[in-house]
Structure formats: structure tokens, C-alpha cells
């Protein structure tokens, strides 16, 4: 059974501060990963997809691969209330109909 | 591009009765659809993957005689929950599989299904 573990929060910065969201999966065979922002009743939003080891930049956003540790994060620079929602990583089987297993979510607050 | 349209987006139904949700991509061919359920505070679970013109795939523990689905074209999903019962009230979410760079995934607006 595959599986995406993160701290499910809720994580509380202040606005203008730096958000840090942390993930681990179990399967070393994955490639491919993803962060969705969910707002409360709202479906997920796709925020970056990371395939290689190192750091990825979006404007505010940052994601984070490390492969030999299985790990994956995103950060969030210059935190604003608008930010506040449950982040939502992800990874894609790399076989068959390639589907997506997300973790629990991390609840973010940010502090105006 | 890569929209995909749900509805509806929320139903109120009584006990014994069946609710169809569709799903329909409105800019591209979705040949996989899944098929996803969050109860309040948890996360998405995948309920089952379709292909177009084939049976679906459940996921364990998912009854295949309770939720129906049916990919029968390339811009149509249905998922019909037959003989709804209150534990079925759930947020239910279809995802479309589409051709982009390295294959993305969009999101429908979810369905919020009451069962009472």
C-alpha cells in the first residue's frame, strides 16, 4: 500500500513570513509529485509538480525533491491570509492508468 | 484549457434512492477519469479509475454494485451511488488525466452528496 504521510496541522505563520510544508512517501519508485491547495468545500488546486531531485520555483512557491530520502516539501515566501487552506501532496504511480495517491493535507493558517 | 465540468454540485437525496454525478471535460479528451471521495477533514480517497469503453477499476473495499461507474465516451464520466445511504454523504471529486507536459491532472468542482 502506497502511501503520502504529512503533519496535518494546522501550521500557523504569520503574514509575510515563510510557510514550510513537509511530505514523505513510502514508494521509492515514484517520479512524480504534486502540491494542491484545497480550500474548505472547494476541490484541489494544482500549485507545482516536481519530477527531479533539487528545487523547483513558481513565484512564491517553491517545491522540493529529495528522492533518497523520499522526501518532499513546499515552501510558501511572503504568506498572505489568502494562503490559508489545506496543502495536499501527491505522487503518481508510474504504471498502469498512472493514478494519484494524496496525503492526509496540512492545514495552513497564515496570521494577518 | 484541461476544464472539467461537475454536476451537480450538490444533491440532497433520501435513503434507498440513486444519484448520478457526471463529469465532462470540456476542452479535451479525458480516456481516464478517477473517481475520488473526502469524508470532513480527511483527505481524497480514490474510489476507482475508468477508461474510456472499458470496466472500471475499484479500489479495495469499494462496492462496484453500489457505485456505478460509466466512461462511455471521451468527455463523459458518470459515477451513479445506488441506494444512497446516510454513510454514503460524502464530497465526491472526478479527476481527468490529459495530455500536457509529462500528463496533468484537473479537477471537477466536487459534489456534495446528503443523504438523509
Known amino acids: 500500500q502506497k502511501e503520502v504521510e504529512q503533519n496535518s496541522g494546522p501550521l500557523s505563520v504569520p503574514e509575510g513570513a515563510i510557510a514550510s510544508l513537509n511530505c514523505t512517501y513510502s514508494d521509492r519508485g515514484s517520479q512524480s509529485f504534486f502540491w494542491y491547495r484545497q480550500y474548505s468545500g472547494k476541490s484541489p488546486e494544482l500549485i507545482m509538480s516536481?519530477?527531479?531531485?533539487g528545487d523547483k520555483e513558481d513565484g512564491r512557491f517553491t517545491a522540493q525533491l529529495n528522492k533518497a530520502s523520499q522526501y518532499v516539501s513546499l515552501l510558501i515566501r511572503d504568506s498572505q491570509p489568502s494562503d490559508s487552506a489545506t496543502y495536499l501532496c501527491a505522487e503518481r504511480d508510474s504504471g498502469g492508468y498512472q493514478k494519484v495517491t494524496f496525503g492526509t493535507g496540512t492545514k495552513l493558517q497564515v496570521i494577518p | 484549457g484541461a476544464v472539467v465540468s461537475q454536476h451537480p454540485s450538490w444533491v440532497i437525496c433520501k435513503s434507498g434512492t440513486s444519484v448520478k454525478i457526471e463529469c465532462r471535460s470540456l476542452d479535451f479528451q479525458a480516456t481516464t477519469m478517477f473517481w475520488y471521495r473526502q469524508f470532513p477533514k480527511q483527505s481524497l480517497m480514490l474510489m476507482a479509475t475508468s477508461n474510456e469503453g472499458s470496466k472500471a477499476t475499484y479500489e479495495q473495499g469499494v462496492e462496484k454494485d453500489k457505485f456505478l461507474i460509466n466512461h462511455a465516451s471521451l468527455t463523459l464520466s458518470t459515477l451513479t451511488v445506488t441506494s444512497a445511504h446516510p454513510e454514503d454523504s460524502s464530497f465526491y471529486i472526478c479527476?481527468?488525466?490529459?495530455?500536457?507536459?509529462?500528463?496533468?491532472?484537473?479537477f471537477g468542482s466536487g459534489t456534495r452528496l446528503t443523504v438523509v
Open positions: 516536481i519530477y527531479s531531485n
Open positions: 479527476s481527468a488525466r490529459y495530455r500536457g507536459q509529462n500528463y496533468g491532472y484537473t
